[in-house]
């Protein structure tokens, strides 16, 4: 059975960092791009970044440039989403997600594998 399971949400004050992980049971994924999405309350979900399998190229959504970094071990089948200078605007319920083979986009239709997703609270 695969799974994803994230971990490292929390609540924190603004400026603050918080790091999420995202292991991955089941099957490997070294070969699948690797996703962040985040859907705030009365939102849709929205793409965060992306990090492909190949060469790990990384995409980010504009909102979060220069904040947030997102990596991958595949040795530990995990990927990682630093987070740094949070705002209260970062608030949402973070999703791991695993692209179906040659996707990699920042639609959610790509992605193939979802997390039950963790909370981060930005307090102002």
């Known amino acids: 059975q695969v799974q994803l399971v994230e971990s490292g949400g929390g609540l924190v004050q603004a400026g603050a960092s918080l790091r999420l992980s995202c292991a991955a049971s089941?099957?490997?994924?070294?070969?699948?791009?690797m996703a962040w999405f985040r859907q705030a309350p009365g939102k849709e979900r929205e793409f965060v970044v992306v990090?492909?399998?190949?060469?790990?190229?990384?995409f980010y959504t504009d909102s979060v440039k220069g904040r947030f970094t997102i990596s991958r071990d595949n040795a530990k089948n995990t990927v990682y989403l630093q987070m740094n200078g949070l705002k209260p605007e970062d608030t949402a319920v973070y999703y791991c997600?695993?692209?179906?083979?040659?996707?990699?986009?920042?639609?959610?239709?790509?992605?193939?594998?979802w997390g039950q997703g963790t909370q981060v609270t930005v307090s102002s």
């Open positions: 997600a695993a692209a179906r083979v040659g996707y990699s986009g920042s639609s959610p239709a790509d992605y193939a594998y």
């Open positions: 089941g099957r490997t994924f070294s070969r699948n791009a």
């Open positions: 990090i492909r399998w190949s060469g790990g190229s990384t």
